[in-house]
């Protein structure tokens, strides 16, 4: 079974190996044909950390990602199982994505942005079972197939608000080198929020950092998105030198984990705010608060346990208590330090109102995170990085009895249910290997999965190839 999940999964990203580096082979020339002025000076270091030279212009960014991900869990102890639990038999999951990135700069202020990307594969379980799931790059239906896709299709707007410039490393949110160090930016389109929400440079990195859902992303925060985790709407912020202020407005999906989203916005949607705040005392370090509320068609917990009760239903279907426009707010606090030692410590915690169903992300009340990573500078490897981390997930009461009475989520449901916090540790090292060429080991172990006492712990060791261009 092994052998023929590498063998496909070998094929599959061979294939998009192979159209990606004949695209990136035009990538260059693309670049230079559109460029108007002299490259940067610091373009040249663009060749160590990818596996073409990109431009020196603003006026374009072209660049791509292939991230392929393989994990495996040996059998565990599982009394008993549902319809959303984690199989407890030996499994394997092999997933690829890969994601080619423009830009244009219509006007000096102005930027089309425009990404495709494909996501293909699986994870271990069918991305079941298990609230921090162990593989960010995991669309959660796997029905959907690796057909390209539009991810984002953004309008992105500079509103200088000074003259001073402060300089900035180009990414596929905004191409420029320069921009005003005090500013308004505008994006509006379709994008990921986790693109501006929740960032942290310690644990945000699914590529060349952690795998973990949990991990990556402050697990309370069930923010508005597809299954691909993309969705519409419209993103503002405020950018001083030491802080700025985010905030976002964005459809909800008709269903819970749907690919579709609700265009019906007096009942569903999603309002997002952030206020970060940069210090640096001996050493930077960056402070995120984090709000949100979400409109949607939810279901009530309650509500699904007391027709569970009354003989209605023979198990209790949060589906069935749907009702539009219910809310559900949240809020989480961001923590990043540089040590000055090559070291980066960070920490979350997240917290959510728990009684209407888990709509979007995954099926987190609250969760409280802390790690670290350090790139491996001091044993001569300056791209080399490693990390640890440890988050531990809560749901609340309500929550937990409907699944101990068999209820089952988007993601969770072992038909019963021993309570306990579901606790993850993630331990990774990445190998630099050649320009934008990364491999890495990463080694996960969950104890309670699916907040079930009765099932696990389960060791997840991993696998990872990444590479740039």
Not at 38 to 52: C, H, K, Y
Not at 212 to 234: E, K, L, M, P
């Amino acid at each position: 079974m092994l052998m023929r999940a590498i063998h496909r999964g070998i094929q599959s990203w061979l294939r998009r190996l192979s159209l990606a580096l004949l695209l990136a082979c035009l990538l260059p020339a693309a670049g230079y044909a559109q460029s108007q002025a002299p490259a940067d000076v610091s373009a040249p270091a663009d060749l160590g950390i990818t596996v073409f030279p990109h431009s020196g212009s603003d006026r374009l960014w072209l660049s791509g990602q292939l991230n392929v991900i393989f994990q495996e869990h040996p059998a565990f102890r599982s009394p008993y199982s549902g319809p959303n639990s984690l199989t407890a038999e030996r499994d394997t999951g092999l997933s690829d994505v890969m994601t080619l990135y423009s830009g244009w700069s219509l006007t000096p202020a102005t930027d089309l942005l425009v990404d495709v990307e494909s996501a293909g594969g699986n994870g271990i379980g069918q991305a079941l079972g298990l609230a921090g799931f162990t593989n960010l790059d995991v669309v959660r239906n796997p029905t959907l197939g690796a057909q390209p896709y539009i991810a984002r299709l953004l309008l992105h707007h500079t509103i200088a608000l000074s003259s001073e410039t402060t300089r900035q490393t180009p990414t596929y949110l905004s191409p420029h080198r320069t921009v005003p160090a005090r500013r308004i930016e505008l994006y509006a389109g379709k994008f990921s929020l986790a693109d501006f929400f929740d960032t942290n440079s310690g644990g945000s990195d699914d590529h060349l950092q952690f795998m973990n859902w949990t991990v990556d992303n402050n697990g309370a925060w069930d923010y508005a998105a597809d299954t691909r985790g993309y969705t519409i709407g419209a993103e503002a912020e405020y950018d001083d030198r030491a802080w700025s202020v985010k905030i976002a407005e964005a459809l909800m999906p008709t269903v819970a984990n749907g690919i579709r989203m609700d265009t019906k916005l007096s009942q569903a949607n999603a309002t997002n705010l952030e206020v970060d705040w940069q210090y640096a005392q001996k050493h930077p370090g960056t402070i995120r608060v984090l709000g949100y509320l979400n409109h949607a068609d939810m279901g009530s917990y309650a509500d699904a346990l007391a027709a569970w009760r009354k003989g209605e239903v023979s198990i209790p279907d949060v589906t069935l208590t749907r009702q539009p426009g219910r809310g559900k707010a949240g809020f989480g606090l961001n923590w990043e330090q540089d040590t000055g030692h090559d070291v980066t410590l960070f920490a979350r915690y997240g917290d959510s109102q728990d009684k209407y169903e888990s709509f979007a992300y995954t099926e987190v009340a609250n969760t409280v995170e802390t790690g670290a990573t350090v790139v491996g500078s001091g044993w001569r490897r300056p791209l080399d990085r490693a990390g640890i981390a440890v988050v531990s997930n809560g749901l609340s009461r309500l929550h937990q009895q409907y699944l101990a009475a068999g209820g089952v989520g988007f993601l969770l449901g072992d038909g019963r249910l021993t309570y306990g916090r579901e606790t993850i540790g993630e331990a990774f090292y990445t190998v630099h290997l050649w320009r934008g060429l990364y491999v890495s080991g990463d080694l996960q172990a969950i104890r309670n999965p699916g907040y079930n006492r009765d099932r696990g712990p389960v060791v997840v060791p991993g696998l990872r190839m990444h590479v740039d261009f």
